[in-house]
């Protein structure tokens, strides 16, 4: 039980050795409302001292519970109202191929500017698309639509994908969505974490991409929720470990 663990104790201890800080940072998917899963959520951030990005559906959202979110969230924007537009044999996704890039950017633009007026400044113009896909042609115009940040899952390419967006992605998601839809487990989600850490380190992956966790509050199981107690206890413990705010790295 405790080999994961120590497997990540082990890669920790080899960026120290480097003289380099390893960096995290948690983005959590899907949120538009109060429920009481979210509002075990955002207590854990705030127990953890772990700093939130709430990758948000805008057209969604409900403006009382914006208005009552803690000025320390940061909030994402997760497309526009998460439709699954795929064409017949395409995976999921809001921006399909198929779609006009000036029909999908006017959507967009819209989404954010509403999340903009109800939440202000915890806004951050930042990109989550639902299911971590977009289609290809789009982002080069995403910066000219207003957004300067971008987030999908797994190792970026480029920091910067485009002029004027900053691309910083997350690299394990907690949740088996092809068995069951509940925790991963311990080994599979330590071991996703490893590998990126150890990729950045050896220069297989960009070194100054923050690893990131990605969750799914409304998915989560009494397993999940015991990891990301002891994921937040081990690592704001650990030496030359730091969790990032997402605000910093996307801004």
């Not at 992956?205 to 966790?213: I, N, Q, S, Y």
């Amino acid at each position: 039980m405790l080999a994961p663990w120590r497997t990540l104790d082990e890669e920790l201890a080899r960026w120290r050795d480097a003289g380099r800080e390893v960096e995290f940072w948690w983005r959590d998917d899907d949120a538009c409302r109060a429920t009481p899963a979210l509002e075990r959520l955002l207590a854990l951030a705030t127990r953890a001292g772990v700093p939130l990005a709430l990758a948000v559906v805008p057209l969604a959202a409900q403006p009382q519970w914006l208005a009552g979110l803690s000025p320390s969230v940061r909030l994402l924007v997760h497309g526009a109202d998460h439709v699954d537009r795929a064409a017949a044999g395409e995976k999921k996704t809001e921006y399909p191929a198929s779609e006009p890039a000036a029909q999908a950017l006017e959507r967009l633009a819209a989404a954010r500017a509403r999340l903009e007026r109800l939440a202000g400044a915890r806004t951050l113009a930042a990109l989550a698309p639902p299911w971590n896909r977009i289609a290809p042609g789009l982002v080069p115009q995403l910066a000219a639509a207003g957004f300067s940040g971008l987030s999908r899952y797994g190792a970026r390419r480029s920091a910067e994908p485009t002029p004027g967006l900053r691309e910083v992605n997350t690299h394990v998601d907690l949740v088996a969505w092809r068995a069951g839809r509940g925790f991963v487990g311990e080994a599979a989600a330590l071991g996703l974490a490893v590998h990126h850490l150890a990729a950045r380190r050896t220069g297989a992956a960009d070194a100054a991409e923050p690893t990131g966790w990605l969750t799914h509050h409304a998915c989560h199981d009494a397993a999940a929720w015991s990891f990301l107690e002891r994921l937040f206890e081990r690592t704001r413990a650990a030496p030359g470990v730091r969790w990032r705010d997402a605000a910093e790295l996307l801004a």
